[in-house]
């Protein structure tokens, strides 16, 4: 373990401050100003301010740079707080919120909420630092929920989620919905014939070089891009489910969801 530096002076704080990319009410704004109004009325010199913005609650400490800003500013100006607008701030996560904690201390700094939960010493502050941290990480696991249901409505919906246009298909001017591409399309019928004679992924790639047929990077086709080939969906495909727009335009529930389900690791 390192050493505990020298306690820092209490009356000298650090700001941090912490935005995902899906939280609209907590701003950095908003959580500057409710710090500065902490600090102002606990007589509190509030030396530097670190940010990490887009970063998500459930984010390693080791890929949040404006963490170890934060914590370089408290041993520059000898800080005795870290202070942020809420506990959440610090983390989504309870180990991570501890870990951030015991980093802060072998700063020789305590950590302190503007909203004042939790700031004490006492058993029972140390008990409602834990619990606030455990609904923390529970609202961070509801946020991911909602993002999840949201993107299977618009999935429902026959709505784009978001990502790369699987090949086959291009994002429509709307940007909801995909529309097929006629050149691509023939590429899929043909992967798919030769799927049908037994093929190999392999052979089915080399075969549709030879044809001129290359992916959209122009590379070979390799065993792993020939299978999400063959995933994607033709056209007709869409007609036979009775999607709405079946001519130049395609709303199919499934098309994206890879991309968009991606977009989950960001909430919290």
């Known amino acids: 373990m390192g050493r505990r530096r020298k306690l820092g002076d209490p009356k000298r704080a650090v700001a941090y401050v912490r935005v995902s990319t899906d939280e609209q009410s907590l701003g950095p704004e908003a959580q500057r100003k409710a710090i500065g109004k902490w600090c102002e009325d606990h007589g509190i010199d509030l030396v530097a301010t670190a940010e990490d913005i887009g970063v998500s609650g459930g984010a390693e400490i080791e890929k949040r740079p404006g963490l170890m800003d934060a914590m370089n500013a408290l041993v520059e100006h000898r800080a005795g ?78 709505e784009y989620t978001g990502g790369g246009a699987p090949y086959g298909w291009a994002i429509a001017e709307d940007g909801k919905h995909l529309a097929a591409v006629p050149e691509e399309q023939a590429v899929l019928r043909t992967a798919r014939t030769l799927r049908g004679k037994d093929m190999t992924l392999r052979a089915i790639g080399a075969e549709l070089a030879n044809s001129g047929m290359l992916p959209r990077s122009g590379k070979a086709w390799n065993p792993k891009t020939v299978r999400s080939l063959l995933r994607s969906r033709l056209a007709e495909d869409a007609r036979t489910m009775g999607a709405d727009k079946i001519t130049d335009e395609l709303t199919p529930k499934d098309m994206g969801r890879r991309h968009g389900e991606a977009k989950l690791e960001h909430a919290s």
């Open 81 to 158: 707080v870290l202070i942020v607008h809420k506990r959440d701030r610090l983390a989504r996560d309870v180990v991570c919120a501890g870990l951030i904690e015991r980093l802060a201390e072998r700063q020789g700094a305590r950590v302190m909420s503007a909203d004042g939960v939790a700031n004490g010493d006492c058993p029972e502050a140390m008990l409602q630092r834990g619990i606030t941290d455990l609904f923390a990480m529970y609202e961070r696991q509801l946020i991911r929920a909602r993002t999840k249901a949201g993107l299977a409505v618009k999935r429902g919906k026959g």
